[in-house]
T-cell receptor
């Protein structure tokens, strides 16, 4: 099992550019999450999904969109990147019956200039 | 709503010394509590959890945490640390009963073990 994987690992964008971060999990987990991690702020939930075709807003959803077309994939999109979106982004997944035990990917470090 | 406070942003300690990383939570309902560890340039890994039952929980690598309801704390301890324990540690809380999947994380404590 690869667990939770994220692509890309690093990315530099210019303000106004768009990009999509891909998260994939091979554990057949129903729930998937996107977090951002900023110094001194811990992890904050951006969006999450409780199943294929469904998504919901987390704590800091503005400026991001997500899609869950397949159970194993959860995409995070930035339509018009801003410097405030410079962060490390983590994807996580969990089983529905053990939803609080989340498994994390290795992260994507995004810099917006 | 739940919240988590990790009082120390960084804890320096010498190898083989004991350590305690502090975590306090606030909640008006029952909670589940977690400690996650993040090694350099990696994602978070679940270290240990309290869901119910015994208030003292242990990890496989010698860490333990005790749920103290009266003090609303879930401090993480290890009697003798190793260089390889250097990492950032995050305390997290969620509402008990499995009704929600949303974890609330603290701001993290960097454990820096020195030789």
């Amino acid at each position: 099992n690869a667990g939770v994987t994220q692509t890309p690992k690093f990315r530099v964008l210019k303000t106004g550019q768009s990009m999509t971060l891909l998260c994939a999990q091979d554990m057949n987990h129903e729930y998937m999450y996107w977090y951002r991690q900023d110094p001194g702020m811990g992890l904050r939930l951006i969006h999450y999904s409780v199943g294929e075709g469904t998504t919901a807003k987390g704590e800091v959803p503005d400026g991001y969109n997500v899609s869950r077309l397949k159970k194993q994939n959860f995409l995070l999109g930035l339509e018009s990147a801003a410097p405030s979106q410079t962060s490390v982004y983590f994807c996580a997944s969990s089983l529905r019956d053990r939803r609080n035990e989340q498994f994390f990917g290795p992260g994507t470090r995004l810099t917006v200039l | 709503a739940q919240s988590v406070t990790q009082l120390d942003s960084q804890v320096p300690v010498f190898e083989e010394a004991p350590v305690e990383l502090r975590c306090n939570y606030s909640s008006s309902v029952s909670v589940y509590l977690f400690w996650y560890v993040q090694y350099p340039n990696q994602g978070l890994q679940l270290l240990l959890k309290y869901l119910s039952g015994s208030t003292l929980v242990e990890s496989i690598n010698g860490f333990e945490a005790e749920f103290n309801k009266s003090q609303t704390s879930f401090h993480l301890r290890k009697p003798s640390v190793h260089i390889s324990d250097t990492a950032e540690y995050f305390c997290a809380v969620t509402r008990g009963g499995g009704a929600t999947n949303k974890l609330i994380f603290g701001t993290g404590t960097l454990l820096a073990v020195q030789p």
